[in-house]
């Protein structure tokens, strides 16, 4: 008995302690993927950059197109949409200072990752409903952004945790492919 209590302890203390990491809420997915923006058509003067504008309905279709110069965007005329005061626990939280509850069945969102160096963060003006029944939240410049539950394998056990996803507007670059292509190397 007195043997097994010197074995057992540690071992309970040790499986205390992994539980209480996994279950801490804490993200071990640090820069989840960005979101695939499908294909679309193209409408804009020439030489402006463009922006993804995406809207309600989900349909891959004439709705979704990329539309005209930066900050043209339907969304860019929205008032915020954030809530502000003290937040529940697991809301969404926002740099501006605002919050809203998660979206895709996330209860606890993680800390905001954070949004590009390059690219102001813009506020929350309206939530949108995407493709395979996924909600975005839809910020003024077109931006849009999601707390999503990411399946993850760790030291070989899988399971989800709750991640963000952002997609910024960029504009489109131009792709060279070459004549042909180089020979395979052996």
Known sequence: MNGLFRV???VLVLAAAVY?????????VEDPPDPVIPAAEVETESGLPLVPVLESGGQQDKRNKMKGPRGQSKSAAK??????????PGAAMFPDGTWLAPLNGVKFAPPFRGWPRKIPYSP????IDGD???QWFEHADGSVSTTQLAP?????RKFVQ????????????????????????K
């Open 8 to 10: 057992g302890l540690p």
């Open 20 to 28: 209480v990491i996994a279950t801490s809420g804490r993200s071990v």
């Open 79 to 88: 008032k915020p949409f954030g809530r502000t005061g003290t937040p529940p």
């Open 124 to 127: 929350v003006v309206g939530i």
């Open 132 to 134: 395979k029944n996924v």
């Open 152 to 156: 993850t394998e760790q030291g070989g």
């Open 162 to 185: 709750p991640a963000w996803v952002i997609g910024n507007p960029a504009p489109l670059m131009p792709v060279q492919i070459p004549d042909r292509m180089p020979p395979k190397k």
